[in-house]
């Protein structure tokens, strides 16, 4: 599968990323928690090993819990930031982390919606139909503060808008008809212990534990 890494192309890339590696498993936050629903605080020291071992962590705790992106506050911590490593409608694999992110306005011109499937690990074991924006740019820094420019279609732009609305303390529930939220926590509670036990799964055979 083609790759591009930080907005990159890249001849061969593992399946789990160098971050990955280095990392430890996290407690995903789950929605109610009061971390998930306020506006995450800009990130203003780059370059630091906090930084670096958030951004290790959070790539671990992506790939366990079966993720294709994944925020900070969905780990508890209310910084600007996101990790993802997912798929565009193209097989293009897209890899890396965003810091303090905006996306620039749709062009009402051309602006198209995709009407696709959409989960959340703060959600667990639910998903839902919900419009996303098929194309969006993503402008932030990288964790030492170098500018980034990320341009996204389909199931990756989903991604980007997705991740976004988490670091503005949203959840995707938020843009659901009351009916289909009610309907996606239901869903919740009838899947997150088989949700649960997977990433215990996960756990084990991504980081040796029980060996």
């Known amino acids: 599968?083609?790759?591009?890494v930080q907005?990159?192309?890249?001849?061969?890339?593992p399946a789990l990323s160098p971050e990955a590696r280095r990392g430890s498993?996290?407690?995903v936050t789950e929605?109610?928690?009061e971390v998930l629903h306020r506006p995450c605080r800009p990130v203003t020291e780059f370059g630091t090993p906090e930084l670096a071992a958030l951004i290790d962590d959070m790539f671990l705790t992506m790939y366990v819990a079966d993720g294709a992106g994944l925020a900070a506050n969905q780990v508890g911590v209310d910084l600007r930031l996101f990790v993802y490593d997912c798929p565009d409608e193209q097989g293009v694999r897209h890899v890396g982390h965003l810091v303090n992110p905006v996306l620039d306005p749709?062009?009402?011109?051309?602006?198209?919606?995709l009407e696709d499937g959409e989960g959340c690990l703060s959600v667990p074991g639910a998903r839902m139909t919900l419009p996303r924006a098929e194309h969006t740019v993503a402008r932030g820094q990288d964790m030492d503060g170098k500018p980034l420019v990320i341009e996204a279609t389909g199931y990756f732009a989903r991604?980007?808008?997705h991740e976004t609305d988490h670091l503005?303390?949203?959840?995707?529930l938020d843009r659901l008809s009351q009916r289909d939220r009610k309907a996606a926590l239901r869903q919740m509670t009838d899947r997150r212990e088989e949700v649960y036990a997977r990433r215990?799964?996960?756990t084990e055979r991504l980081t040796g534990e029980g060996e």
């Open 168 to 172: 503005h303390g949203g959840t995707y």
């Open 31 to 33: 929605v109610g928690e």
């Open 7 to 13: 907005g990159q192309p890249v001849e061969h890339y």
């Open 106 to 113: 749709p062009d009402p011109a051309t602006r198209s919606l």
């Open 25 to 27: 498993v996290r407690r």
């Open 159 to 161: 991604c980007l808008q």
């Open 200 to 202: 215990t799964r996960n």
């Open 1 to 4: 599968m083609p790759t591009r």
